[in-house]
């Protein structure tokens, strides 16, 4: 079962924000002018309570129990109906929302940080959570003042439910494919008629109403993505006083049965079976895609912490049971009348470990990295540092999206390695945070998807001003480094300076080949993506290696941790990066393309 | 659901087996000679048949319907029995035995072949049948005329069933740490007593009896593998008429429910809890790790063919979804009203399925070139050649069992994600695949522990003689294909030339630091598995594109199939090859151990 002391390390999460990510210089923004260290601690606080008492408990519970349906109902665990409600009760649901609107007001790094400590206790259920949030966020957002009024209290009190409907039988990575229509009624609102397919939430008896945000199209509308505007659908009809009432036409179809994330309903809808479907539009007729997208850099910057927390309890799961179970001897070392070393002791082992460690702590970093930029981006003082911010992670949301779901989900492969036999079996949790982990390299864009964003739009975004701006930020890390006069840190920081401008020029004869021809040029973007996010994370590694340096003679007592912080980079340089040194001539080599195998011969 | 269509590619089969390992040629032996090319193919299409009526069918439902426990008896699917009945019926339990033991005295190279096909038809199944032939293949090795005698026939029949009784609650990868006693008794048997677990087919009801093979410990056996002694443990006693009679005191202590190979039970078993369990001594006392070790290269053929198969299947099932499955537009030709593409049309489609291709077919001539070494070892007419088999084998059993386990597992991901959203259901076999094959790595010997046999025992075996066997084998293929003229295979064979200078350069480089230093030499024993099975598989593909470039002109109906081999010939070298060079650097700089960070800093 899941051990709710493992989930992170909270002298990590605490380096990471304020060592790291500097989230004290937050408070001097006017928006979180009555905020405090001790506030921010506080909802970290909180939600790591909550998270132990409310979420980690019914984990492994919920996966051997799924949610079912028997026709007329879905019946889902009590334990998740609870949680959601502590959760909501603590204010979680509108962690980021004004004051005035009953929100925390807190900046999205440390909400990001609270909501982290909950992936980490329970995927499953936190998702109900995640996606009532997002979806009060966008009715907030571009909903109507009457809309906002009718809809939002109930959802920030999480009476009910929210999801985001989208994906259709025929339209997965290609939503704007979808057909659900939506045609006009005369008193203003809409007829809505289609099928949806994995939609997480879309059915469960947890609240007492399920608010669907439906992409559909309207009858005259182009198509394609221009054609697509958004509709709120709720399960239960919505008075003029925000008061749920009559039955609307969306029918469960089924609910999908998947290898793990099993706590959360995925589901089969249908609406406007009997043409008695009502929904309202959000915002314009056509924008329906440009709404959604508003929330896809913090949408993504869930799915990277999501698989990140996974791979991060995974590891902190292995450590412990590196260090307690006892097994063979060490090498040259071999007599049976010797007593058993703990498995720590093994080489091998060291080595899944501190690779768990460099990738899932560099993942965290990652992912706080992102939402810091992402309150810059919305309230830096400064404009034009705004457009950086804005800029800089446009850049980094395919990877912050896309790096973490592969390598953390690499990470929980070495945590059942490390557990041996017993890992493969279900009375530990490292094989479920294997099986939930999975699904995050498939949603929110596959990593397919990702990597052409990442090479066809945001490489040469703004004529390659973005990623520039980027780089920009690597060179500071560089300076820092050098400026430290460390050996060590000094040669880490030549390294990456001298990777970075490798990675610049293979950049470039990408973007020219794909000028010349866009799918000979993309045709191995995938292998691009992993190679820029390990040159991120390599930044990012030194950047942790550097204060990490700068803190070890200030506080002795956490000596091991920082020393494993600058091992760790090490490492990341020594093993990962330089593993990466052959892709850039595979990408540069335009032979070496699948491309080039007709599909008859496979 | 499996679609028993697409177990395997048939022409690959015959490909690998006839004109890539030369099957043909056993039929020179004395052994053989009532065998002919058709009693082959025959065994081979009964396989087929047999696991397509058999054992595919129920791969699912033994998922969903995990074998039970009341406390009094196991009970599992109906359709097991049946399947396990069917497979000894048709002869399979004793494929490779002598005609008067009532075998088909195949060839091993054969009997694999027919056996990969169970393995992808149905993993969970297919182990009662395997461990029960295994089993018996111990007892007809080392057993005494009394015990063959007794035991053979329902064993052989499938009749009775029967297991390896090795690991211990506090003896897994350590296996010589085991605990369990054997205490003569005054008739010459044994009282056995002690606890196992992981014990596959441990318990269940699906024969008559259930034979286990438990290794023991003597009262006065000195510590560690050289006091170990092998017993016949039957769960029902066996009288000299070899009729299975009264309870012997072997109790399931408990069912382990793993992530996946659900079919298969897992066992907690508890020997001589009321003091009365005998055992029967097989051979000699202190030669029971022999006695296992002497069967460990067919298990671990079994091993490496059991993840090759999963692999193998999934791809097969990704290939057919691609070519159906209709999904966007092509990069720079995205007008929305054009219509959508098969995704096998995408680049990073057609790369995740090439990356598979590369990755199974690979595998799959691995196992069955193993195979044939094995064959080679037992039964080829001159005896240097058999000696040198055995040892190119006993170089190449580490690569065998672990490269397909990772490699094959990396293409069931692959497969996942070439099926989207759909592939993490479980309404598609894939996920599946993925779960039952993230066993391999760990069983058999973890990847850990064969990549420190590989560097510690293997490479250095017979001062390098085995190795430079192996090496002069490559240089054969190299040779080969250079014989061809063909630009493209001279263009490998050069660089699999240096490849394989380079690595016997870095072999050099880490025997001489494990001489120095054992802990500090072997500490990156992973990567070498990894960097070796890559050079391995490097030079077997070009053995099969030598074999397809040959074959190209003659059978033109085949065409595709051979560009298809030659195709992924050229992406294994110029990707996963390409991909391993910095392994070298890593392997040989000493300060990239994880050793080198303490167990505290992680």
């Known amino acids: 079962m899941i051990n709710p002391n493992l989930l992170i390390n909270r002298d990590d999460l605490d380096f990471l924000l304020e060592d790291v990510v500097g989230s004290a210089s937050l408070l001097e923004r006017e928006r979180y002018a009555d905020h405090s260290r001790e506030t921010f601690t506080a909802a970290i606080d909180t939600a790591y309570k909550l998270a132990t008492q409310f979420f980690a408990p019914h984990n492994r519970k919920s996966d051997e129990n799924e949610p079912t349906f028997d026709g007329e109902k879905v019946t889902t665990l009590p334990e998740i109906k609870e949680a959601v409600k502590a959760f909501a009760q603590a204010g979680f649901l509108s962690a980021t929302h004004d004051y005035d609107l009953g929100g925390m007001q807190l900046p999205i790094t440390i909400s990001q940080a609270c909501l982290a400590l909950f992936r980490a206790a329970n995927v499953g259920t936190s998702a109900y959570c995640f996606l009532t949030a997002a979806n009060a966020n966008l009715i907030r957002a571009f909903g109507s003042e009457d809309q906002k009024r009718r809809f939002l209290p109930a959802l920030l009190e999480g009476r009910w439910l929210g999801t985001m409907a989208l994906t259709e039988p025929n339209a997965g990575s290609s939503v704007p494919d979808l057909r659900t229509t939506a045609t006009p009624l005369p008193d203003g609102r809409y007829a809505i008629k289609g099928q949806k397919i994995f939609i997480s939430g879309g059915d469960h008896d947890l609240g007492e109403n399920i608010v669907h945000l439906v992409l559909a199209r ?296 794909s000028a010349d021809d866009i799918m000979e040029g993309s045709a191995n973007s995938a292998y691009y993506l992993d190679l820029f996010g390990h040159h991120v994370l390599a930044w990012l590694w030194l950047q942790q290696a550097v204060a990490a340096q700068k803190l070890l003679p200030q506080k002795p007592h956490l000596a091991d941790f920082y020393q494993g912080k600058l091992a760790a980079c090490d490492w990341f340089f020594h093993t990962e990066l330089a593993l990466m040194e052959p892709v850039h001539a595979l990408l540069r080599n335009t032979k070496s393309h699948a491309l080039n195998t007709p599909a008859t011969w496979l």
Request: with cysteine.
């Open 218 to 513: 309207l009858p005259d509308a182009p198509p394609g993505a221009k054609g697509l505007s958004l509709f709120i659908v709720p399960k239960y009809r919505v008075d003029d006083e925000g008061r749920a009432g009559e039955r609307n036409d969306v029918a469960l179809a089924g609910l999908i049965h998947k290898m793990g994330y099993r706590g959360t309903t995925s589901t089969m809808l249908s609406f406007g079976e009997n043409d008695a479907c009502i929904g309202e539009c959000i915002g314009e007729p056509g924008q329906g895609l440009r709404y959604m997208f508003h929330m896809m850099n913090e949408a993504r910057i869930g799915v990277g912490m999501g698989g990140t927390m996974l791979g991060y309890t995974g590891y902190r799961h292995a450590l412990a049971y590196a260090q307690e179970r006892v097994q063979g001897r060490l090498p040259g070392r071999n007599d049976p009348a010797t007593p058993p070393v703990a498995i720590i002791e093994h080489a091998d082992v060291r080595r899944m470990l501190l690779t768990q460690k460099a990738y899932v702590e560099g993942a965290l970093s990652l992912c706080l990295y992102a939402a810091r930029l992402a309150d810059d981006e919305k309230t830096h003082p400064d404009a034009q540092e705004r457009e950086t911010a804005a800029l800089v992670l446009a850049v980094l949301i395919p990877i912050v999206k896309s790096w973490p779901a592969r390598y953390c989900l690499a990470a929980n492969d070495l945590a059942i390695q490390v557990h041996g036999g017993y890992g493969y079996t279900r009375e530990y949790p490292v094989e479920q945070f294997y099986r939930d982990n999975r699904l995050n390299p498939l949603h929110e864009g596959t990593h397919g998807i990702q990597s052409l964003d990442l090479l066809n739009r945001k490489a040469g975004m703004k004529d390659g001003r973005a990623l520039e701006l980027l780089h920009q930020r690597v060179r500071d890390t560089v300076e820092q480094a050098r400026a430290t006069q460390d050996t060590n840190l000094t040669e880490r920081a030549d390294t990456l300076d001298a990777a970075w401008q490798q990675l610049r020029e293979t950049t470039t004869v990408l973007l020219q080949a």
